[in-house]
């Protein structure tokens, strides 16, 4: 608990006791009003004084100002009792809402607690200590075991297991040596290594991270919105009302005093709080638990529309397939050993594959890259070049073999590899689980090849596909796919080169986007890893984030026109109106809490 | 430019949508956001006028709630 709500605690504690203690007091009038008038000041001065500044800067209808004249409403009539009651129990309802968001708030910035907080340097031979905004690029630093890596980097020295449950969600660490890359943000857990930084602090991932979490609770959707306008007319109409039935009735029915309580009853109702508190904290709750999963979403109106989902547009590699390309086929085992000695010094994802294909053996020197086409070397004293068959061809070599990566070694065909691309173990189930949860159609959009495209199409049994498109194409048929579709249309690549369509779409995802700053901010929400099965699970989130939206929106409505209807016909007083005001804020934002657990 | 500090602190959702409507008031201010939920204070503006608007927002803000004050 903070100091103010400890603070306010303690006052609802002494004030409850007086109260108790002086409706047992045997006194009478005007005694009996000033011994009530202590607990009430000691409960209710700040929101008396709240009331009276707020009216002098022009917000009247709010709920300091209403709760302030119920009670002071219900004492000038001599309900001493109802008015303390009603003052303790708003402000004990304010302490459980206080404590309650206060509680939501920490478990979900608690989650995203990746900011690194140092940096070890080397600076003149000796790591020193600074922040992560000083950090440059090529720095090398020095992560000890349990501090987060500041910047994304490379490893240059040591090896670990790395904890990026933070960044991607995948719970299993990832074992690191040199060359590999490491995501500012995640945790390094077993031994120290040395990296060097590839970004700075600002353009890191784990800053990328941060301002889209920032700024989710900041994009509000349609129904933040509805509230904030239904609660603008609310409480003035209520008042109204309550003026109505205070003064009207009396006329025709005399009885003023049991009119006027009447009306005051109605003007602890009219706090729309229940609402304003429970719309924006269930939308919180529900972002959260996307990110606890490494969704990021960018605001609710983003969860809004994932929930109205109908049409699930895909891009294929990196997607649908896992884009990390393997060796599955070779003709000659020491030529490609030689490959792979020299595709390791390139980054080119075939070279990649190819380099992963046997334990690299050989020291190689004069290593040049070809680009687009393949590299070349000297390696144990041979001219050897790996790449395209065009590669060799320009270097006079003859392809005889099979596969799309050729060897030559000293002006003569040594081999190929074949190397491809899988289609995403889960994929096939991600697709069935769309269609179960009544999407209804994916529509698989590609640049590649027919063949390839077609391949991808039988084996994930999505709906739709269109092959060979240049990334214009895609949002040309993008915009037809929207244009023929009466939901929502989401878009889910991998936001390397699909950016206009992500922007395009009603709902933009990329997806591994842990390591690309570009992909964070095309995109409307950001798969840290690249799990497709992530996309039903999300929808699965936003479509519960929204029924419990719902279902608050309907039940705090429902109940406060209950209560001013009986109210209204004498039905319920003073105590059950602030237990149906108190009530149903306090159940609404128990409700919320529930998106937290989702 | 978009700037988002953080307020200590907001204590009642309608005080921040009070808030939020005077700071959209304030002069410069393309954009304005209060999130009771998250305790935070988003401005969109020129950059040149930030500290400015700044100082004016957290006038807005005392008068809502004298206790609030935006972190910078």
Redesign the interface.
């Known amino acids: 608990m ?1 100091r ?1 709500q400890k603070e306010n605690l303690y006052r609802i504690i002494a004030a409850t006791v007086l109260f108790v203690g002086v409706v047992l007091l045997p006194f009478d009038g005007i005694w009996k009003m000033l011994l009530f008038l202590v607990p009430y000041f000691i409960v209710g001065y700040d929101v008396l004084y ?1 009331a009276i ?2 009216i002098t ?1 022009g ?1 009247v209808f ?2 300091k100002f209403l709760m302030s004249l119920a009670t002071v409403g219900a004492f000038i009539i001599g309900e001493y009792p109802e008015a303390v009651f009603v003052m303790l129990f708003f402000q004990i309802g ?1 302490l459980f809402q ?1 404590i309650a ?1 206060g509680r ?2 920490k478990s979900i910035s608690d989650l995203m607690d990746i900011a690194p907080e140092i940096a070890n340097v080397l600076c003149d031979g000796e790591f020193c200590e600074v922040s992560p905004e000083e950090i440059k690029v090529g720095d090398t630093l020095l992560i000890k075991p349990g501090e987060k890596i500041p910047v994304d980097a490379y490893v240059v020295k040591g090896q670990s297991y790395i904890d990026t449950s933070a960044m991607t969600g995948e719970s299993i660490p990832k074992f690191v040596s040199s060359y590999d890359n490491v995501i500012s943000g995640c945790i390094n857990t077993t031994n120290p290594i040395e990296v060097v930084a590839l970004k700075e602090y600002a353009d890191s991932t784990v800053m990328k991270v941060l301002e889209l979490v ?2 989710s ?2 994009n ?1 959707g349609r129904y933040e919105s509805f509230i ?1 306008r239904f ?1 603008r007319f609310y409480t003035p109409v209520v008042v109204l009302l309550a003026l109505v039935v205070a003064f009207v009735p009396p006329i025709f029915l005399g009885n003023l005093t049991q009119w006027v309580l009447r009306a005051l009853s109605f003007l602890v109702v009219s ?3 229940a609402l ?2 429970s719309v ?2 269930s939308f ?1 709750g529900g972002i959260g638990a996307a990110s606890r999963r490494g969704v990021l979403v960018k605001g609710s109106n983003y969860l809004e529309i994932l929930a109205q989902a109908k049409v699930v547009v895909t891009d294929k590699t990196g997607t649908l397939t896992t884009g990390k390309l393997l060796v599955t086929d070779f003709e000659n085992k020491e030529a490609t050993r030689i490959a792979s000695s020299i595709e390791r010094f390139s980054n080119h994802p075939v070279a990649r594959a190819v380099s992963f294909a046997t334990n690299a053996l050989y020291d190689v020197q004069n290593v040049c890259e070809i680009p687009g086409k393949g590299m070349s070397a000297t390696c144990e004293g041979k001219e050897v070049v790996v790449g395209s068959r065009s590669l060799l061809e320009e270097n006079g070599i003859e392809v005889t073999g099979k596969g799309n990566v050729f060897i030559g070694i000293d002006g003569s065909y040594a081999g190929g590899i074949t190397v491809t691309d899988f289609v995403k173990e889960n994929a096939r189930d991600t697709v069935k689980a769309l269609h179960a949860m009544g999407i209804e159609k994916v529509v698989m959009l590609t640049g590649d090849s027919e063949k390839g495209a077609k391949a991808v199409f039988k084996e994930t049994a999505i709906d739709e596909m269109y092959h060979s498109l240049l990334p214009v194409d895609k949002v040309k048929k993008l915009e037809e796919i929207i244009g023929k579709c009466t939901g929502k249309v989401v878009y889910i690549g991998d936001g390397i080169n699909d950016a206009p369509v992500l922007k395009r779409a009603d709902c933009g995802i990329a997806m591994g986007a842990a390591g690309s700053g570009a992909a964070i901010e095309a995109s409307d929400i950001v798969f840290m890893n690249d799990d497709i099965a992530l996309l039903p699970e999300s929808i699965r989130i936003a479509r519960k984030t929204l029924n419990i939206v719902k279902e608050n929106i309907v039940f705090s409505i429902a109940v406060k026109v209950l209560v001013l209807i009986l109210t209204a016909l004498g039905y319920a007083d003073m105590w059950q109106a602030v237990f149906a005001d108190v009530g149903v804020m306090v159940i609404a934002v128990l409700n919320t809490l529930r998106t937290l657990k989702l | 430019m ?1 700037k ?1 500090y953080k307020l200590d ?1 907001v ?5 921040a ?2 808030m939020e409507n005077s700071i959209k008031k304030i002069k410069g201010v393309e954009n304005a ?1 209060v ?6 204070l ?1 401005i969109e503006c020129d950059e040149a006028d930030l500290e400015k608007i700044t100082d004016e927002a957290q006038k807005a803000i005392k ?5 609030c004050r935006i972190v910078r």
Not at chain 2, 11 to 15: K, L, T
């Open positions: 903070s103010r709240g500044r707020n800067n917000h709010e709920e304010e206080n968001v939501s708030r920032e700024h609770a900041m509000k904030t609660a706090c729309p709080c304003v508190i924006p904290l919180f | 978009k988002v602190e204590d009642c959702a309608v005080c949508q009070n956001v999130s009771y939920v998250t305790q935070k988003l008068k809502v709630d004298p206790r």
